[in-house]
């Protein structure tokens, strides 16, 4: 059975390498909230649309007290370039061996295409300033999600 978390949730723990070889712990996101989503693969065209719309919500979520930072198994590097490819202004995790993926319950069995495989489950979590699950969405889409989600904050555009 994969984990699915909760509102009211302690968010799992972590350490992960961002596009720029730094590590990022969760203890790191304490005193923000944080929109932590987890996507398939850097510079795909789904991923693409949603990091670009995230890219171009960040003004109005920061403006509401949310920092966003997205996670996928890409290693920094492609990170890094996916980043100033599309130029993004947050954060990019690195869990190549999906662990944080594992834990947060987005890597298991989903459709593709009409076939069972397992991946990436693209999903989204808020934590609050105490690193507790606000709000998790699990198999959302790449299109329209993050209008979506600042509708469910109430964060204007």
Known sequence: MTVRLEPGTAAPDFALLDQDGQTVTLDDLRGRNTVLYFYPAAMT??????????????????????RVIGVSRDEPAKLAEFRERDGLTFTLLSDPDHAVHSAYGVWGEKMNYGKVVEGVIRSTFVLNEQGTIALAQYNVKATGHVARLRKLLGVDA
Do not use: K, M, V, W
């Open 45 to 66: 065209p789904g991923c693409t649309t949603q990091a670009c719309d995230f890219r171009d919500s960040i003004s109005s979520l920061e403006g509401a007290g949310y």
